[in-house]
């Protein structure tokens, strides 16, 4: 093979290939998740106790098919958005509205969480001590905090020191305390400003050996700014490279802290068997991933021309 300088021509088919690349990545997402709902043992009627209901939901829901088939007919209900209704979360209410309205609430935490975990990983790039940062500890003093919290002012109301205070949240309710514990725990605990942080210490050693970098310093010239713009491109790929697993902590901090979100709906659909609820949630998340994918793989195109050579 020989490297090839790019055209006008080769750009928007390079371009092309990164974009059609992550929508096949979310696309395997999407049919990896219906394979698995059919071989998991069990379905959403196994608790009803009529057996005509019973036969009567299967058949309309389709449960009887071969393997095959559900999976080809998910794939493209969840491809389509004809997501319908809700089977056992929340009987009959249109699964659209519940991803939408869940994904509204998890914004609040992911998206804050993502800049956190980018940020300290920008700053800590290379140190011991943000590279080894555990998800337990993080989790066990966030918890005890909040709880802490929570007695204290409950304590308060009911002794009628104060009155509730807005920051008090109940679990369905968003709470300020309770979201910046989470962000700190998604974006900090999870290790995802640990991994940031890893990949930016290693572009910086490379850095520093760099013959630009050597030749720039033997002049007695400033090293700083040729550094930054050489991070740039790494700082993207590490917040690419993040986002994914933030998306499935989503899940765990949700549950933990018994906040509303699509972490938390997926858990619930997937406890009551409700594929339809599961599916739109799965289409939602990988759809985020892929978005963010593509804009990021064009930014970092964009800043570094060297990332445009075709091999």
Do not use: K
Not at 52 to 74: I, K, T
Not at 169 to 183: K, N, Q, S, T, Y
């Amino acid at each position: 093979m020989r490297a090839v300088m790019p055209d006008s021509r080769s750009e928007p088919a390079v371009i092309l290939r990164t974009v059609v690349g992550w929508l096949l990545a979310g696309l395997g997402a999407i049919v990896l998740v219906q394979v698995l709902v059919a071989l998991a043992p069990g379905d959403a009627i196994d608790t009803l106790p009529d057996p005509a209901l019973r036969g009567q939901l299967a058949r309309e829901w389709r449960l009887d098919d071969p393997m095959y088939l559900r999976v080809v007919l998910g794939t493209l209900h969840a491809l389509s958005g004809a997501w319908g209704s809700s089977w056992t979360v929340r009987p009959g209410a249109p699964v659209w509205a519940l991803v939408m309205g869940a994904m509204g609430s998890s914004m609040v935490v992911l998206l804050p969480a993502w800049f956190v975990a980018v940020g300290v990983g920008l700053l800590g790039r290379g140190r011991a001590a943000v590279a080894l940062v555990s998800a337990l500890p993080v989790v066990i003093l966030s918890l005890g905090t909040i709880e802490s919290v929570n007695a204290l002012v409950w304590v308060g109301i009911t002794s009628g020191w104060w009155s509730r205070p807005s920051f008090f949240a109940l679990p369905a309710e968003g709470g300020l305390v309770r979201d910046l514990l989470m962000i700190g725990v998604l974006g900090i605990g999870s290790a995802a400003a640990g991994e940031v942080a890893a990949r930016l210490g290693e572009t910086d050693a490379a850095l520093d050996q760099a013959g630009f970098v050597l030749a720039t310093r033997a002049r007695g010239g400033s090293v700083r700014g040729l550094l930054w713009r050489h991070r740039a491109v790494p700082l993207l790929e590490a917040a690419q490279a993040v986002f994914a697993p933030l998306t499935g902590g989503l899940v765990i901090v949700e549950r933990l802290w018994g906040r509303p979100g699509l972490g938390d709906l997926l858990w619930r659909a997937v406890e009551a068997r409700d594929v339809p609820v599961a599916t739109g949630v799965i289409v939602v998340l990988a759809s985020m991933t892929v978005l963010v994918g593509v804009t990021l793989d064009l930014c970092r195109r964009a800043w570094d021309p060297r990332l445009r050579i075709l091999v």
